[in-house]
């Protein structure tokens, strides 16, 4: 059986993450607190972030950009789209 987890941006009991995404306490944090689904809709909108503004990850602007937006998308709350996308509708 798979690990569950209380899903910080859904509210709800949903499958957890295998491992911690990455090392330190902010990685534990993650583990114990995000579903995989939520984890995977954020790489998802973090691919689409640094892709369509051109992001440099070398930049400690960008990633303290990332990072704001992601705790943001985790949590639930509004976070930036590219400039003109349109979410695929259902």
Same mark, same amino acid.
């Given at each position: =059986?798979? @690990?569950? %987890?209380?899903?910080?941006?859904? +509210?709800?009991? =949903?499958?957890?993450?295998?491992? #911690?995404?990455?090392p &330190?306490?902010? &990685?534990?944090? /993650?583990?114990?607190? *995000?579903? @995989?689904?939520? !984890?995977?809709? !954020? *790489?998802?909108? +973090?691919?689409?972030? *640094?892709?369509?503004?051109? /992001?440099?990850? =070398?930049? =400690?602007?960008?990633?303290?950009? /990332?990072?704001?937006? @992601?705790?943001?998308? /985790?949590?639930?709350q509004? %976070?930036?789209?590219?400039? &003109?996308? %349109?979410?695929p509708? #259902?």
């Amino acid at each position: =059986m798979s @690990r569950t %987890v209380f899903c910080r941006k859904y +509210q709800r009991e =949903m499958e957890g993450l295998d491992k #911690p995404p990455f090392p &330190g306490p902010k &990685g534990q944090e /993650l583990f114990e607190h *995000i579903s @995989r689904q939520a !984890w995977q809709e !954020w *790489i998802a909108h +973090q691919t689409m972030l *640094i892709n369509e503004k051109k /992001l440099n990850m =070398m930049d =400690m602007t960008a990633r303290t950009y /990332l990072t704001e937006q @992601r705790d943001r998308f /985790l949590s639930g709350q509004s %976070v930036d789209q590219a400039e &003109g996308y %349109v979410p695929p509708s #259902p």
